[in-house]
């Protein structure tokens, strides 16, 4: 069965989702809710479809980068996603543990279609995707034939991933042979690179050459080393007793558990953090006093912050406060 028929198709025919080759799907840990599935989340995808919304959304590294959320005629993408599923059941949650590589870039998928229907072969395919990999652009060039659907990223002015619907994750090469085949299309996905330079990917060192070692450098002249003196001994007290001084070792300093529910804070946030430090400055500054302030900020009602923010803000103090307890000197 084709993935369109599966998530559904947007307005051109096409996935509603992108296909996520080698994703693995994750098992559902028990949370009750949205909020506190996504708060154990690292770098994985989420998917949702239920009577009223179809959602997919984008974590790196705990954070929602992207995605992309349909209610009926409304359309949500970027991160706010995340906020058109707060109240969704969790059972009809999917979580795809996916490379960082492909999560990074996969949200291009949902950018606004620039390109329609162009054939593919009207165009020569290494310089096509050459005028769209812009600097200060990214983007997601669609290939799509009767049977196949073939993705490129673009980020960075460069090519950064491509594959196929049920391919291997690559290059332009994993997708530039859909090009020649009759009838394929072209879709580009474009819109501005906020996210800086890519990191380029890794390249590897040539092998050693054949001809054989290289001759060794002679060794360094020896260094004469002069023995120094040994340390005086303390003179001893007036009394005659011999009497030995125990320095203590220093204390290994303990993150304040304020400073580490600030952290979250901050984190979670970011800017948006000065509208809820103020709530936990003013709680009692012990373990019990922060866990209650934490579990208020689910019921508060904060500007230009949901209440499934405000829930996973709440999520990650909380977790912050366990480790706090655990990691405490044992007396």
Do not use: K
């Not at 929602?64 to 707060?86: K, Q």
Request: charged share 20%; net charge negative.
């Amino acid at each position: 069965m084709a993935v369109g028929e599966v998530l559904g198709s947007d307005a051109d025919g096409l996935p509603l989702f992108p296909p996520l080759p080698g994703g693995r799907a994750a098992a559902q840990s028990g949370a009750r809710s949205v909020a506190r599935l996504v708060a154990g989340l690292r770098t994985a995808v989420i998917t949702v479809r239920s009577d009223e919304v179809a959602a997919m959304v984008v974590f790196v590294d705990h954070q929602p980068v992207d995605g992309v959320a349909v209610r009926g005629d409304r359309r949500v993408t970027g991160p706010d996603a995340l906020d058109e599923i707060a109240d969704a059941p969790v059972e009809r949650v999917t979580v795809t543990e996916v490379t960082p590589d492909v999560a990074r870039v996969v949200g291009s998928y949902f950018l606004p279609t620039e390109l329609r229907a162009v054939p593919a072969g009207f165009v020569a395919p290494e310089d096509f995707v050459r005028s769209l990999a812009r600097p200060g652009q990214r983007g997601c060039l669609l290939v799509r034939t009767d049977d196949s659907l073939g993705m490129v990223f673009l980020a960075g002015g460069r090519v950064v991933l491509g594959y196929r619907q049920d391919g291997q994750i690559g290059g332009f090469e994993q997708v530039a042979p859909l090009f020649a085949r009759p009838g394929a299309t072209l879709w580009a996905r474009l819109g501005p690179d906020l996210t800086g330079p890519m990191p380029e990917p890794e390249t590897v060192p040539p092998p050693p050459s054949l001809a054989g070692p290289a001759p060794a450098a002679p060794p360094p002249p020896p260094v004469a080393y002069s023995t120094p003196d040994p340390p005086s001994r303390p003179h001893a007290p007036a009394n005659g007793s011999a009497a030995s001084e125990v320095v203590p070792a220093a204390p290994v300093p303990q993150v304040a558990p304020l400073d580490a529910a600030l952290a979250e804070v901050r984190e979670v946030l970011g800017a948006h953090a000065v509208r809820v430090e103020p709530i936990l400055r003013r709680a009692e500054p012990t373990v019990e006093g922060l866990r209650a302030a934490a579990e208020a900020l689910r019921e508060r009602r904060v500007r230009l912050l949901s209440p499934a923010t405000m829930d996973l803000v709440a999520d990650r103090v909380l977790a912050a406060l366990d480790r706090q307890v655990a990691s405490a000197p044992r007396t």
